[in-house]
Nanobody, 115 residues
Framework: QVQLVESGGDLVQPGGSLRLSCAAS????????MGWYRQAPGKQREMVAT???????NYLDSVKGRFTISRDNAKRTVYLQMNSLKPEDTAVYYC?????????WGQGTQVTVSS
């Protein structure tokens, strides 16, 4: 069982920045595909960004150029740097870890973009 603990969610004004962190409990963190997903009220959960063990990245079109996913295998942590935040980025953000057919989720962290 892998525990994922997110942090960094907050209330921020439009145009602001936040960095989310997700710490994983597994000693084999480096081989997991890590990702950030989000779910806004009344909407389905959607993929925001993923990063492989080879650090190949993939992004939701609406966040390209504004968000950056990165990982620090020594710290067993994945990050999501979010810049130029918009009200439509408001959601609960979830950390995700995948290895083969096994998937783990964190408990989520709230990001609210509002003036």
């Amino acid at each position: 069982q892998v525990q994922l603990v997110e942090s960094g969610g907050d209330l921020v004004q439009p145009g602001g920045s936040l960095r989310l962190s997700c710490a994983a409990s597994t000693s084999i963190f480096s081989i997991y595909i890590m990702g950030w997903y989000r779910q806004a009220p009344g909407k389905q959960r959607e993929m925001v960004a993923t990063i492989t063990f080879g650090e190949n990245t993939n992004y939701l079109d609406s966040v390209k150029g504004r968000f950056t996913i990165s990982r620090d295998n020594a710290k067993r942590t994945v990050y999501l740097q979010m810049n130029s935040l918009k009200p439509e980025d408001t959601a609960v953000y979830y950390c995700n870890a995948k290895l083969g057919l096994t998937t783990y989720w964190g408990q989520g962290t709230q990001v609210t973009v509002s003036s």
